[in-house]
């Protein structure tokens, strides 16, 4: 029997199966650096330590001794489905009549990352920069796909002593098709407990990064707020609808509302000149979104869009009236169709079809 | 004190800080169904159960009741950064002070549905395919993106009573992008142990796919073997130079190798009439990757390349030949640069740049 195992990161977040499995193991075949990890849990057993780049042999190692009757733990960290050895076993292991594999899941570092640096993902993609296996041209192909689809890209083995070039096309990547300010989080395990940094693409320079740094991109939506780093998915908050706000929206789907600047109104320009007044009450307040700028006022329970222009602005008014117009049919569909309203001004700020929804 | 705690799929895969952090919590907070999960461990607290879709008022409840200084544990299955209850939380945490927040990383759906299946990742995307609140359109762009960069696409939330919609958008997506025998994993966790299936896209209905299943979708070198589902990620596999390939490579390398067919040699043709016969030798031999047709012979401790034609192909000869003359300068190169050797191979095999390794 092989168990392939994932040990985590830390030992907080090994599971209760890899555990167990270890305790039952008569031999533990694994990397230096994670039997070291493991190095209190294994005082009684056959340890075989490898150096990094021996995974055939490792696997190889691990059926033979499985072969022989004994229960066999291959140890990698995080999750070893994930750059792991799972991949590896399964290469060689057809070879082989009869070896029983269990693949124990475990906190891969991406997961393990994001719950340091806040709440930044959201649909993601997971892409390793070693070019050890991996031809650069695929590793760039892979890099301006998920950047364009606006996928968070989480970033394995960013860096090596040996291996510079990649994480230069990763950050040129970036910056051609994100931009400079794109945010980054970087979670470093050299450190215990590990460091985190949020930068911007701009900002990220190689002496930043290490072997044992996983990084988080952010997308377009992604913003950093209290130190933290967060994408918003757009979770419907509920809310009365403000008198105002009412008032605007009969006048609103009367079709007594101009499309535009409102230089009429004594307010005007409340913003900025040449602002666009068609929606001059946010018909998704409060979005609770902070990428468009707009934050809670802490302990009002009050959502402020102050800073928030995206709405004024002519592209975004051209983006959302028509489509607004359809889904809207009385004032308190603000509240009762809120969760397409959130969809509608998804759509716009991302620029995708606002009729697909 | 609020920990966003994932608790995995099951027992086993829950992680040592989950238990302990679980255990020492006053109130817990969740979906029914995860609650249910963790049922035994919470006998003594205040339990706060909730019916799906109610996130923020969970998060708001959490928050509440961490101010009045208990210690409360937010309950999320997998994951809770990944598509789970960090996102929520942090959406709505800034309206007040001094909310502290611990995320507790979990074995997400798709590290757990891999493990079952067999080791089918590489590269990958995760994305939801559920359109409660992200637009039709900005899913079907990154499955498109995803697919298109040979990412592995694991799906969260493919599909439930009243959403089908997007679940026709991916398929018809994979079938235009991949084509109709891209191979499909499905973990479908209603059933304990969790039931899977491997299948083509072609072959995937709506009826083999709920709520509480996690698909993942091969990219263009998965294969099945034995009933698992595997990407191949090219380890080295050593081996000794056979006298026959050592012959042929050195006529190549004295530039003796005619390019094309070869209609002289007493075997051709061997493969099939019309065979390129550059490389009558395979020059990645062991590659392990049955993706192009070659399999251990079990018990002997041989790849057998009998079926793959991969390597006589002309397109295949025309992407290989010039890079491979650059990187081999002697005969022992196969050996000594076989990473190279085999970076150049899943160049050429993906279409990619083979003078990009």
């Not at 009450?281 to 402020?304: A, E």
């Amino acid at each position: 029997m092989i168990n392939v195992i994932g040990i985590g990161q830390n030992r907080e977040n090994m599971t209760l199966g890899a555990l167990k499995a270890i305790e039952e193991s008569d031999v533990i075949i694994g990397y230096k650096k994670y039997i070291n990890q493991i190095h209190d849990l294994i005082q009684d057993k056959e340890i075989i330590q490898k150096g990094m780049g021996d995974e055939i042999f490792r696997a190889e190692l691990a059926i033979k001794k499985s072969l022989e009757g004994l229960n066999v733990s291959l140890i990698s960290s995080g999750d070893p489905g994930v750059f792991g050895m799972a991949n590896v076993l399964y290469q060689i292991v057809s070879k082989y009549d009869d070896v029983e594999i269990k693949v124990f899941p475990g906190v891969s570092a991406l997961n393990y990352a994001s719950s340091i640096l806040g709440a930044p993902l959201n649909d993601f993609a997971a892409i390793s920069l070693s070019n050890i296996l991996t031809p650069l041209s695929e590793i760039e192909k892979k890099l301006k796909y998920a950047l364009e689809a606006n996928l968070i890209v989480a970033i394995y083995n960013p860096i090596s002593k040996t291996r510079k070039e990649p994480f230069k096309i990763f950050k040129q990547c970036v910056l051609d098709i994100k931009g400079d300010d794109t945010l980054v989080g970087i979670v470093d395990s050299t450190f215990e407990p590990p460091k985190s940094t949020i930068t911007e693409i701009k900002d990220l320079t190689e002496d930043m990064v290490n072997m044992s740094c996983t990084l988080i991109v952010g997308n377009d939506l992604t913003y950093v707020l209290d130190n933290k780093l967060i994408t918003p998915r757009g979770y419907v908050i509920r809310s009365k609808i403000h008198e105002l706000s009412r008032n605007h929206y009969e006048k609103f789907l009367n079709g007594e509302i101009a499309h535009g600047p409102n230089r009429e109104c004594e307010f005007y320009p409340c913003h900025y000149e040449g602002q666009y007044c068609d929606f001059c009450y946010c018909p998704f307040y409060p979005c609770g979104d902070s990428s468009t700028c707009g934050t809670w006022i802490k302990g009002k329970n009050v959502w402020n869009c102050k800073d928030c222009t995206w709405l004024h602005e002519k592209e975004s008014v051209e983006c959302l009236r028509q489509p607004l117009e359809n889904i809207l049919e009385e004032v308190e569909d603000l509240k009762t169709k809120k969760k397409s309203l959130l969809k509608l001004r998804r759509a716009c700020l991302l620029k995708n079809n606002p009729n697909n929804l």
